[in-house]
Nanobody, 128 residues
């Protein structure tokens, strides 16, 4: 059973930065795809970023150039560095892992249904 615990959310002003962390309990963390999603009130949960390795990363168009996903395998932790935050980035941010996903082309999953373990979420609020 994989357990994921997010931290680092909070209140920040428009243009500010935050770094989210997601600590995983699973010992096979280094082999798993890790992703970040977010869900704003009244909206669907949406893809933000995913990582398999430092050379296999994907971002949603809405965050490309502002957010950076990374992982520290020794610490079983994945990070989401968020810069130039905007009020529309306000949401609960979730960490997830896709343990069963496979792509012959090396693509990373962007659908929430392709991820099978989730954290509890951390609130990010960007004030204007």
């Amino acid at each position: 059973q994989v357990q994921l615990v997010e931290s680092g959310g909070g209140l920040v002003q428009d243009g500010g930065s935050l770094r989210l962390s997601c600590a995983a309990s699973e010992g096979t963390f280094s082999n798993n795809i890790m992703g970040w999603f977010r869900q704003a009130p009244g909206k669907e949960r949406e893809f933000v970023a995913a990582i398999r390795s430092s050379v296999n990363i994907a971002y949603a168009d809405s965050v490309k150039g502002r957010f950076t996903i990374s992982r520290d395998i020794a610490k079983n932790t994945v990070y989401l560095q968020m810069n130039s935050l905007k009020p529309e980035d306000t949401a609960v941010y979730y960490c997830a892992t896709a343990t069963q996903y496979y792509s012959a082309y090396g693509l990373l999953p962007r659908s929430r249904y392709q991820y099978d373990y989730w954290g509890q979420g951390t609130q990010v609020t960007v004030s204007s």
